[in-house]
DNA sequence: TGAATTAAGTTAACATGTTAAGTATACTGC
DNA sequence: GCAGTATACTTAACATGTTAACTTAATTCA
């Protein structure tokens, strides 16, 4: 039952069927780490993220932002008028292009970025220990040839269809 | 830009702080692909999630049931109250044990299973033949094993403090 | 130029995720 | 046999996920 020696029948039986949930489980295994710091913060995973992307690309608009922190627009929308409302962020109107917001971390937002960075990055460094950097690294290639791979059929479908 | 030779210095520069996105990012990928055709059958990926845990494990209770199928409790309270209103699940109490209730497939729910499976598999073939069944197995073995990693220390955690 | 189309966000509606608190039943030890 | 505790859900409250519809601004093209 424990994980020294996974039965390979049985992972393979299960193999077609539950890749999504696997997935699931990892990434929940990853989170349950990292989502108790950040609520101790006042931060839920995806504002995060969203502060995490406006300080690696401040003043991008809500598209790329979304892009960066791999959000809906719905999801955004609402995250970043909480967002607004705690002095978090600041929204400018682009003058070139009036549809388009653009956004940015206030002081407070990035002071807010500077505290709990630190605690972000030890959680990751405990995964590396724990799971073994070059495991890690050939699980976080295969996920992005995954992610890759999958998104390439999803637009060749979409071009020919 | 494209996948054929990820820029490896970048990969690793991201590497320490968006493994729970890429994660997020490859989960994605593959449900976009499963979410259409499920709605087309009138199913959400959790409604689904728990018939397919009930076809496999009939007279399961619910304890069992969000372990199956990775859902938390709140979640699968609301999901098998819709479902017991479509008639796809029953409920019965346990003589044994007041409190469980234990669940299985009506012949509806069977039924609804039956049809949907073979999309699903289907579904399943398509992302085995673009990602080719070696990788993904390595993927697969890979995320287990960061599953049962990160959960181990977790608990080891929980039982010292 | 002006109608049709596209693009960028927003809103709406409903389902699920997450945490905390609540309720009822079972168990445990004295 | 009863108080204290643990178990198995359930409810509540709020945030996000998902799809569709809507609004406004830019673009296209006849």
Redesign the interface.
């Known amino acids: 039952m424990?994980?020294a020696d996974?039965c390979k029948s049985e992972?393979?039986r299960d193999?077609?069927?539950s890749?999504?949930?696997?997935?699931?489980?990892?990434?929940?295994?990853?989170?349950?780490?990292?989502r108790p710091m950040l609520r101790d913060h006042g931060f839920t995973?995806q504002q995060w993220?969203v502060i995490?992307a406006l300080s690696d690309y401040a003043g991008i608009d809500a598209t790329e932002l979304a892009r960066h922190s791999?959000l809906l627009a719905p999801s955004l929308t609402r995250i970043l008028q909480y967002l607004e409302g705690e002095n978090l962020v600041t929204r400018r109107s682009d003058a070139r292009d009036q549809r388009r917001a653009v956004f940015s971390l206030t002081r407070k937002g990035r002071a807010a970025f500077d505290r709990v960075a630190p605690y972000?990055?030890s959680l990751?460094?405990n995964?590396?220990a724990?799971?073994g950097r070059d495991?890690?690294?050939?699980?976080?290639?295969?996920?992005?040839?995954?992610?890759?791979?999958?998104?390439?059929?999803?637009e060749d479908a979409g071009s020919a269809g």
């Open positions: 424990d994980a996974p992972l393979l193999f077609r069927r890749l999504p949930m696997e997935l699931l489980k990892a990434r929940e295994a990853a989170m349950s780490r990292f995973e993220r995490r791999f972000s990055e990751y460094a995964i590396e724990e799971f495991r890690l690294e050939t699980l976080y290639t295969l996920l992005s040839q995954f992610y890759h791979t999958l998104a390439a059929a999803e």
